[in-house]
């Protein structure tokens, strides 16, 4: 889902809620699992995980 998809299916009654909406999908999407093509098209936590694992 992208963030225009969040934005049109929330319903939130104030611009607090508004931005506590699109942070937390900011931090618990975009940060943490779409895909980067800079880390050879992993998501960040699997990329991160597979690195040190690895012991770099």
Known sequence: ???HELV???DDATRDQAQASIFEY????????RRR???GHAAPDEYER???QSGR
């Open 37 to 39: 093509s800079a880390l």
């Open 50 to 52: 597979t690195h040190y």
């Open 26 to 33: 900011i931090e618990a999407f975009c940060n943490r699992v």
């Open 1 to 3: 889902m992208s963030r």
């Open 8 to 10: 049109h299916h929330e």
